[in-house]
């Protein structure tokens, strides 16, 4: 493993394996009785969040606290930054403190690759979401659902996602989590399919490792997943397509068009979900959606992260004799 987790293109084959086979290992402590491993006591991890997140903050905060690390959480509002405190000083600070690890959202694209090269903090520092640009242990924690669901929990051990066809839907231009499963599904030999309005492509995105369409209906009977994504109002400073209804009734999936998706196939998004808009109650609560297992597998991903990156070459779970047995 590399020393920081900055963006899915920085991810080989056998890395973004590795991750995966880590984290079946590490969702395995989430069935025991003590959710808890030893295997970062003594270690600091900062949470460093200038925009604002529920999902993503907590699910680190609960990996890191089943490791045994030392957690501190860092918010921009009510912190010196309000004041005007820079990136560069903030770092410093908390260099300073000793921190062995920096887990970090930002605004700007790019924010936690300056962080990472710019010499303020020897600390690991992983990329929970920066701009328009990357969101990795999204994608892995995506890539580990269609990997669980789509080849098997046990079977899936030491496999990538070879010939599986991934259908990513809506906001791709604002979303940094479509840009980072391109990256990482390609790695792992899966065939993606981008579907949206014209409006909400990005500009270059015919050099992209994938496919463009803008017909839902055509790609939906191909598709092994179908991965819904929201669409980003709070990024968008134009009217990117007509009205909702308009929106929903091209780029939503209802249960018609679940119906059309291949027996096996399964539905999926990273969250918040806006129901009614680009998937309906009836989607969102079937059991082919994987948003709430998504979740769960988010903390197993982020677990196998922190313990590549901090935890050193000892076995991730240790094995008592009576489970040997």
Same mark, same amino acid.
């Given at each position: 493993?590399?020393?920081?987790?900055?963006?899915?293109?920085?991810?080989?084959?056998?890395?973004?394996?590795?991750?995966?086979?880590?984290?079946? &290992?590490?969702?395995?402590?989430?069935?025991?009785?003590?959710?808890?491993?030893?295997?970062?006591?003594?270690?600091?991890?900062?949470?460093?969040?200038?925009?604002?997140?529920?999902?993503?903050?907590?699910?680190?905060?609960?990996?890191?606290?089943?490791?045994?690390?030392?957690?501190?959480?860092?918010?921009?509002?009510?912190?010196?930054?309000?004041?005007?405190?820079?990136?560069?000083?903030?770092?410093?600070?908390?260099?300073?403190?000793?921190?062995?690890?920096?887990?970090?959202?930002?605004?700007?694209?790019?924010?936690?690759?300056?962080?990472?090269?710019?010499?303020?903090?020897?600390?690991?520092?992983?990329?929970?979401?920066?701009?328009?640009?990357?969101?990795?242990?999204?994608?892995?924690?995506?890539?580990?659902?269609?990997?669980?669901?789509?080849?098997?929990?046990?079977?899936?051990?030491?496999?990538?996602?070879?010939?599986?066809?991934?259908?990513?839907?809506?906001?791709?231009?604002?979303?940094?989590?479509?840009?980072?499963?391109?990256?990482?599904?390609?790695?792992?030999?899966?065939?993606?399919?981008?579907?949206?309005?014209?409006?909400?492509?990005?500009?270059?995105?015919?050099?992209?490792?994938?496919?463009?369409?803008?017909?839902?209906?055509?790609?939906?009977?191909?598709?092994?997943?179908?991965?819904?994504?929201?669409?980003?109002?709070?990024?968008?400073?134009?009217?990117?397509?007509?009205?909702?209804?308009?929106?929903?009734?091209?780029? +939503?999936?209802?249960?018609?068009?679940?119906?059309?998706?291949?027996?096996?196939?399964?539905?999926?998004?990273? +969250?918040?979900?806006?129901?009614?808009?680009?998937?309906?109650?009836?989607?969102?609560?079937?059991?082919?959606?994987?948003?709430?297992?998504?979740?769960?597998?988010?903390?197993?991903?982020?677990?196998?992260?922190?313990?590549?990156?901090?935890?050193?070459?000892?076995?991730?779970?240790?094995?008592?004799?009576?489970? &040997?047995?």
């Amino acid at each position: 493993m590399q020393r920081h987790l900055i963006s899915a293109a920085d991810l080989t084959r056998d890395d973004a394996v590795l991750i995966l086979d880590t984290a079946e &290992e590490m969702a395995r402590v989430a069935d025991r009785p003590i959710k808890k491993l030893p295997t970062l006591r003594g270690r600091t991890v900062v949470n460093l969040f200038f925009e604002d997140s529920t999902r993503t903050r907590i699910s680190f905060e609960a990996a890191e606290k089943r490791l045994s690390a030392d957690v501190i959480n860092f918010t921009a509002k009510g912190s010196s930054v309000s004041k005007g405190e820079s990136l560069k000083d903030t770092a410093q600070t908390l260099e300073a403190m000793g921190v062995d690890a920096v887990v970090i959202r930002h605004g700007a694209s790019g924010a936690p690759y300056r962080l990472a090269t710019s010499g303020w903090i020897d600390a690991a520092v992983i990329n929970a979401g920066d701009g328009t640009h990357q969101h990795p242990t999204q994608a892995l924690l995506d890539a580990f659902t269609m990997r669980r669901r789509l080849v098997g929990r046990d079977a899936g051990l030491g496999q990538d996602l070879d010939g599986k066809r991934i259908t990513i839907v809506g906001d791709i231009l604002h979303g940094r989590v479509a840009r980072s499963n391109v990256d990482l599904l390609h790695t792992l030999g899966a065939q993606v399919t981008l579907v949206a309005p014209p409006t909400l492509l990005p500009v270059g995105v015919e050099t992209w490792p994938c496919e463009v369409s803008y017909d839902l209906d055509s790609t939906l009977p191909k598709s092994d997943a179908v991965m819904m994504l929201r669409v980003q109002r709070e990024r968008m400073n134009a009217a990117f397509f007509p009205t909702e209804r308009e929106y929903s009734r091209r780029y +939503g999936l209802d249960g018609d068009r679940m119906a059309r998706m291949p027996e096996h196939a399964i539905v999926m998004h990273p +969250g918040p979900m806006v129901r009614g808009m680009e998937i309906t109650a009836e989607v969102a609560d079937s059991d082919r959606c994987t948003a709430i297992e998504q979740v769960a597998n988010g903390v197993s991903i982020r677990m196998a992260v922190l313990y590549l990156l901090l935890g050193g070459n000892e076995p991730a779970v240790t094995h008592s004799r009576t489970e &040997e047995k």
